[in-house]
């Protein structure tokens, strides 16, 4: 099977602009969860989706947001990027909601200058 | 609100030693304890994981200690070896019912093995 792919890997924006970034789970895993990793906060939960729908957030502001499909596929979106956004996001994916073991992708590298 | 806390944040050991990471926590409403491994430009891998209603776990060289009473759980790797070194993060879960598949992560603890 194949893992969790993100893409892209690596993007760089400027303040102000908005990105989506993709994430597909494994086949068949149907719960998706995205954690921002910084070298000063760590690795911190952003939101999980699970059957279309947001079951979970994180404490971050309103910019950022996602959604997921009916093929579990999920995006995130952060509009009016700030400097602090720089970061690795990371996408996890588990066979279902609860389910213990998380599989976590290669994760997209945003800079934002 | 910093929910989990690791130490140390490096660690440096000789090859063949053994390397030991401690976490401890507040929330006793966690339920699941898992340690994750990140090597540089990879996203983080499951390593083991524990459960509160056990004391120690053992997968191979990784070996989980939990003790319930003083909220601390620490990851022992026997027989260290140079391709140990990655960053490792301890984690915990919060419910499966309130926080789903949610982690809160430790601050990480940089590991390398000398050979």
């Known amino acids: 099977k194949a893992g969790v792919t993100q893409t892209p890997r690596y993007l760089i924006k400027t303040r102000g602009q908005q990105v989506t970034l993709s994430c597909s789970p494994i086949s068949g895993h149907r719960s998706v969860s995205w954690y921002q990793q910084t070298p000063g906060q760590g690795l911190q939960f952003l939101f999980e ?65 | 609100q910093q929910q989990v806390k690791q130490s140390p944040q490096s660690l440096i050991v000789q090859k063949g030693g053994i390397s030991i990471i401690n976490c401890a926590y507040e929330n006793t409403a966690f339920d699941y304890f898992p340690w994750y491994q990140q090597f540089p430009g990879k996203g983080p891998a499951l390593l083991i994981a524990i459960r509160p209603d056990v004391s120690e776990k053992k997968e191979g060289r990784f070996t989980i200690s939990f003790n319930k009473s003083a909220k601390q759980f620490s990851l022992h790797i026997m027989d260290s070896q140079p391709g140990d070194s990655a960053t490792y993060f301890c984690a915990a879960r919060g419910g499966r019912e309130t926080s789903g598949s949610r982690l809160t992560f430790g601050e990480g603890t940089q590991l390398t093995v000398n050979p």
């Open chain 1, 49 to 113: 989706y699970f059957s279309e729908t947001q079951r979970n957030k994180g404490n971050f502001p309103g910019r950022f947001s996602g959604r997921q499909f009916s093929n579990s596929r999920s995006e995130m979106n952060v509009s009016t990027l700030e400097l602090g956004d720089s970061a690795l996001y990371l996408c996890a994916s588990s066979l279902h909601r609860g389910i213990e073991t998380q599989y976590f992708g290669p994760g997209t590298r945003l800079l934002v200058l």
